[in-house]
């Protein structure tokens, strides 16, 4: 199969089992897009990746108030959360990403869009 080649290195972070995850990496590689994937429960999460992400896109915005494991947090800590106890709860869940985050030199992006991705793809042209 031909790859598109780019200067760009893709990575995808996510979960093995989420199927969002797996939707993202099918378009991926429907399209010719070489990438890796990084599973965030065995490959680890570590503080440099959340400083980095919530850097560019914040804490806000990465944090899956949607998932199970943020409805199991006590109501008190999900009322009171902060960017730092965002990210030290992440740490602790991976789960709590909101998935899959795809990040490159040039874009990042959290959850999966295929006019998002196309758009990005496009700009790879």
């Not at 590689?29 to 980095?52: A, C, K, S, V």
């Not at 896109?57 to 965002?86: C, F, H, Q, Y």
């Not at 740490?91 to 959850?111: C, N, Y």
Request: one cysteine or more; glycine letters at 4%; hydrophobic letters at 35%.
């Amino acid at each position: 199969m031909n790859r598109r080649v780019t200067s760009e290195v893709l990575t995808v972070y996510g979960i093995k089992s989420c199927d969002t995850c797996r939707k993202a990496r099918k378009y991926l590689t429907e399209n010719n897009i070489e990438h890796r994937f990084h599973d965030l429960r065995d490959d680890g999460l570590d503080i440099q990746m959340l400083e980095r992400w919530t850097d560019r896109i914040g804490w806000e915005r990465l944090l899956n108030k949607k998932s199970l494991t943020w409805r199991k947090i006590p109501e008190v800590d999900r009322g009171d959360m902060t960017r730092d106890k965002a990210m030290a709860a992440m740490i602790d869940r991976p789960t709590l990403v909101k998935r899959p985050v795809l990040e490159a030199e040039q874009f990042m992006a959290v959850g999966f869009s295929e006019k998002r991705f196309s758009d990005f793809l496009a700009r790879l042209s």
